[in-house]
């Protein structure tokens, strides 16, 4: 980036907070990557059992381009995004166990490719000082997919132990003698 580069980087930024609108990636029409488009969007109020979370990393995932592209419906325009990190900056009523400055992740909050993001409190979780940023915002839905697929998908038991190594996904993952991940019944 050069030095002009990071001059407008700053003037956008303070106009930003000057006008009480964040920046957001927006999506005005259905298409292609194209139709990502920064915009300046009023900044969001959190309602009852909400939080107001400042952005520190944000999820991308798959599932965002089938909302860019209008395969699964959604009000135009839209901000993309339903997962994340940041840092709390404002709680709504009826929020008891959330504090403005704490840490939290979430990944049910649409709109979280913005600055800020309307967080309901009951799908925030509080991140400790030592998880990076970038892994918090990831890891709580690969999480949910992880356990999905060993809870759901097939059932694991200590008669027929299953192993799939890295060196064998695609493949087939039948039955061997090694130990299971988890073992039920």
């Known amino acids: 980036m050069s030095a002009g580069a990071g001059a407008v980087w700053i003037s956008t930024l303070m106009t930003a907070e000057y006008c009480g609108c964040m920046r957001a990636i927006q999506v005005a029409q259905h298409g292609g990557p194209e139709v990502l488009v920064p915009a300046e969007l009023p900044d969001p109020e959190p309602g009852p059992g909400d939080?107001?979370?400042?952005?520190?990393?944000?999820?991308?995932?798959?599932?965002?381009?089938y909302f860019r592209t209008g395969l699964y419906g959604t009000e135009l325009p839209h901000v993309p995004g339903s997962e994340g990190t940041g840092t709390v900056v404002?709680?709504?009523?009826?929020?008891?166990?959330?504090?403005?400055?704490?840490?939290?992740?979430?990944?049910?909050?649409?709109?979280?490719?913005?600055?800020?993001?309307?967080?309901?409190?009951?799908?925030?979780?509080?991140?400790?000082?030592?998880?990076?940023v970038e892994q918090a915002a990831a890891v709580l839905l690969?999480?949910?997919?992880?356990?999905?697929?060993?809870?759901?998908?097939?059932?694991?038991?200590?008669?027929?132990?299953?192993?799939?190594?890295?060196?064998?996904?695609?493949?087939?993952?039948?039955?061997?003698?090694?130990?299971?991940?988890?073992?039920?019944?």
């Open 51 to 65: 939080l107001l979370v400042r952005t520190d990393a944000i999820g991308v995932n798959f599932i965002d381009t």
């Open 90 to 132: 404002a709680v709504g009523s009826d929020v008891d166990d959330v504090t403005v400055g704490q840490r939290v992740a979430w990944c049910a909050a649409p709109g979280s490719y913005a600055e800020l993001v309307r967080v309901p409190a009951t799908v925030a979780v509080p991140v400790p000082d030592a998880v990076p």
């Open 142 to 185: 690969q999480g949910m997919t992880a356990h999905y697929l060993i809870e759901s998908t097939i059932l694991l038991s200590r008669a027929t132990p299953y192993s799939c190594t890295r060196e064998r996904v695609g493949s087939d993952c039948s039955s061997r003698s090694s130990p299971s991940p988890k073992a039920s019944g």
